[in-house]
């Protein structure tokens, strides 16, 4: 099991790939109004990795060990569907 802080990092360094690849996404889509849903979507997608990162932050000790566990199973969850929403958008 990854400590808390290299979880941490691991989870804001996809948080901040998953933004700079959606504020691209979003630049190029202002003239396609198909794709603003989609970008609705991801938006809602990025705003919930920013929780669940926030709710990492607050935590600590046992209370880590517990949250680990259904954390990395969310954030596996999330990551697929942000994957899957840029390439449909690229």
Do not use: C, P
């Not at 990025?46 to 935590?59: F, G, I, M, R, W």
């Amino acid at each position: 099991m990854d400590s808390l802080e290299t979880f941490n990092k691991k989870m804001q360094q996809n948080v901040e790939q998953w933004k700079s690849e959606i504020d691209s996404i979003k630049y190029a889509a202002k003239t396609s109004s198909s794709n603003q849903q989609q970008i609705k979507e991801l938006i809602e997608l990025q705003e919930s990795a920013y929780q669940k990162l926030a709710e990492l932050h607050e935590t600590s000790g046992d209370s880590w060990r517990d949250l680990h566990k259904e954390t990395q199973k969310d954030w596996q969850e999330l990551e697929r569907k942000i994957t899957q929403a840029i390439k449909i958008m690229k």
